[in-house]
């Protein structure tokens, strides 16, 4: 299961106007995370890929897509977490046909699920796929924060093989590290890689990798062979980015980096907003001068 590990880009999907899946958009940034990031592999379906806005049919081809252009270059994972826990089976047992290498779903949100609902959730879709499932923690979005003891509970199903921590509680990080060697941990902020790598991740999953993938990849490799300060210099170039991205509005301005690099990356789904001309431009400075 440790082959699963290494820098996985959350993979954007590009949007037409009328917010559509643009297919050969969504190719091209497949291809860029491939052949120009390098990375080792592809969420599928993430946050990233505005996949909480899709309908079942569009995750679907989605999944297709990715694995049309990427099977047998990177390891592919896809996240198949609703909140219609029939919906996550559905997307669980086609990503298994379609030849994924494990599944992910997000906590599920909104309705404040106990843990007893939480764990039923992730036992079902495991049950029916009968699918490796990485939970994808992400407590600053969903409200949802499961605790060690939870985690140990939770892989007591031997297919939950690991966890995307989109946190930045060290403190439980590290802890989780010491208790579960064996389980995957992805580190799920990219402006805490260096420290999330340093406390032993087995890879990571962002959004940033798309358009900074390269340097994602320099920063987990020295900090594995303990060059922690080479590997710091470039944390801080990549988070001198970072923080122009969040500031800047964080899926329009990775797209806008895209197309700056001749990807075309199309647009983000309302209701997320369109940017203005000042903040494209300021995205293509970004690009120019941190990407190149
Ligand atoms: C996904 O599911 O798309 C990503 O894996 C989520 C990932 O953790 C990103 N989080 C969000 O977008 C909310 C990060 O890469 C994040 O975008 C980045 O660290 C900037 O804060």
Known sequence: RKELGGIFSALMVAFNEKGGINERGTREIIRHNIDVMGVDGLYV????????MLA??????????AVEEAKGKVKLIAQVGSLNLQEAIELGRYAKELGYDSLSAVTPFYYKFDFEEIKHYYNAITEATEM???VYSIPFLTGVNINIDQFAELFENKYIIGVKFTAGDFFLLERMRKSFPQHLLYAGFDEMM??????????AIGSTF?????????IFELAKEGRVDEAREIQH??????EGILDNGLYQTLKEILKDQGVDAGYTKQPM???????????RELSKKYIG
């Open 45 to 52: 379906g993430g946050s990233t890929g505005e996949n909480f």
């Open 56 to 65: 079942t049919e569009e995750k679907m081809r989605v999944f297709e897509i």
């Open 132 to 134: 490796d499932m990485i």
């Open 194 to 203: 260096l420290s999330a790598t340093v406390l032993g991740v087995d890879g």
């Open 210 to 218: 798309n358009v900074n993938g390269v340097r994602a990849k320099k």
């Open 237 to 242: 170039t990549t988070n001198d980015l970072i």
């Open 273 to 283: 907003k369109r940017l203005s001309s000042e903040k494209i431009e300021r995205a």
